[in-house]
């Protein structure tokens, strides 16, 4: 077995603000490009069709990209979205049209082998939409309270709480510029980032307020362990995400590259912008 070797980082050759900056400019970042975007938009994030409506379709055929578009367009039928789904010749398509039947009849016409299809409606669609922000703002409220009832004090709980906020808002503004639709699953991929970050952060804070030790003893002690398992976890997402890419799995690469992102920013937020909130609080807040 290979011995794997958290370095240590000398967190006594920084500040609490110069730890703080990167992480806080990266959020703030990512708040800027949510922001533009749902300013264009209307939305957060570009909506896949688990939450606008339309129809989904999967197809092989050796035409090029730029032959399927026309061949659609010329039928009168919007393309929203079309890429390559894994090895071969295989295509996944969506669109606003709801008509399963007039879609599936221009890919057969154009002799598209048609692997599946599905549709939902628009209503259907916004109560999904309605549903997953709840399910976000419930996690999310429930995350909050529960450290709150935790710690009994606000740096440390909200430090947890900044760092899992921004573990969400990182991935969100990623998926605008990959072009990464919002959907159940990367919803589902959003809640879990939310497990994640609270893990860690928790580990962190309760390794340094409740345990006997000094404050850098007792961060690299929560370091090393903290660190390995973010580092197997983002090692499986990425792996998840190649494999299901190659063999063309839907939804799941999406779902291993929000999540990959989000772990990378949680390493940051975590073991930067907490730690920083953690030692102020504990050299300074405490002591006024």
């Given at each position: ?13 920084y500040s609490n603000r110069e730890l703080a900056a990167v992480p806080l400019a990266v959020l703030g970042v990512a708040l800027l490009i949510i922001l533009f975007w749902f300013v264009t938009t209307g939305a957060p994030a570009a909506l896949g069709i688990d939450f606008t409506g339309g129809t989904e379709i ?231």
């Amino acid at each position: 077995m290979v011995d794997f070797e958290v370095p240590e980082f000398d967190y006594t050759d920084y500040s609490n603000r110069e730890l703080a900056a990167v992480p806080l400019a990266v959020l703030g970042v990512a708040l800027l490009i949510i922001l533009f975007w749902f300013v264009t938009t209307g939305a957060p994030a570009a909506l896949g069709i688990d939450f606008t409506g339309g129809t989904e379709i999967r197809f092989d055929t050796a035409d090029s990209e730029a032959q399927i578009e026309t061949t659609f367009e010329e039928a009168g039928i919007e393309i929203t979205t079309l890429r390559p789904a894994g090895g071969g010749d295989t295509y996944l398509m969506e669109t606003q049209n709801n008509s399963t039947s007039a879609i599936e009849s221009v890919a057969l016409d154009a002799d598209y082998d048609v692997v599946l299809i599905a549709s939902q409606s628009p209503s259907f669609g916004s109560s999904s939409q309605q549903q997953a922000l709840l399910g976000l703002v419930v996690a999310f409220g429930g995350m909050s309270l529960l450290v709150f009832l935790m710690f009994r004090t606000f740096v440390p709980s909200i430090a947890v709480v900044v760092s899992a906020f921004s573990d969400i808002m990182i991935p969100l503004a990623v998926m605008n510029l990959f072009g990464i639709q919002l959907s159940l699953g990367t919803v589902a991929a959003l809640l879990m980032l939310v497990g994640y970050s609270v893990d860690s952060d928790l580990l962190l804070n309760n390794h340094i307020l409740r345990r006997r030790g000094q404050f850098y003893e007792s961060a690299y002690r929560a370091i090393r362990t903290g660190v390995t398992m973010t580092l197997t976890s983002i090692a499986a997402m990425v792996v998840m995400t190649v494999v299901a890419r190659l063999l063309g799995i839907p939804l799941l690469p999406e779902i291993g590259l929000v999540l990959t992102i989000g772990l990378v920013a949680d390493l940051m937020n975590t073991y930067l912008l907490n730690m920083s909130l953690l030692r102020w609080y504990k050299y300074e807040g405490v002591t006024r």
